[in-house]
């Protein structure tokens, strides 16, 4: 690991927001990270060309009252690789224990997702700090795009994560 980012926590993205830059992430560890009041416990993007993913470790990180309990990628992004990363014990308050996938508009979506391990990880589908109550799901992965999208999952591994209500634990 080339570089730790824990323990931080913020209104949204725990440890990085990003607002219309394209990302490039090598040898990473996000651990302990927590967003408060928005999505993405480590990291919340939107916007940006493209995001990419090399040998980056998301543990333990936490989305108190929204989605994506390590990522949270919305908006433009349209061109995402992520590759020999690990998400493990990551939890939302909502959808998508791990990571969180949103975009409308009219931009053509590229998501590949290669070597990656999902790991306990839980989404609590709406009991958030708040009492409310919302519907979600996705233990690992909630994917809410609903433009022209591919997604490829290749050579990846999901074990233990749940959804505690909803679907795709």
Known sequence: VGLTLQNAWDGGGGAIFNLGTSLIF???????????????GALNSSGGDAIFMDGVTF???????????????????SNVTIQNVTFSNNKAAQ???????TGTGTTNFFWLLDTVQFNDNESLNGTANN????????GAIFNAVDYDETTIFKNC???GNKATEGKGG
């Open 26 to 40: 090598q040898s990473l560890l996000f651990q302990n990270n927590k967003a408060i009041s928005s999505g993405g």
């Open 59 to 77: 543990d333990n990180n936490e989305s108190q009252t929204q989605d994506g309990g390590a990522l949270y990628l919305s908006g433009s992004s």
């Open 157 to 159: 591994t999901f074990d």
């Open 95 to 101: 959808s998508g224990g791990a990571a969180y996938f």
């Open 131 to 138: 009492g409310s109550h919302q519907s979600g799901g996705g």
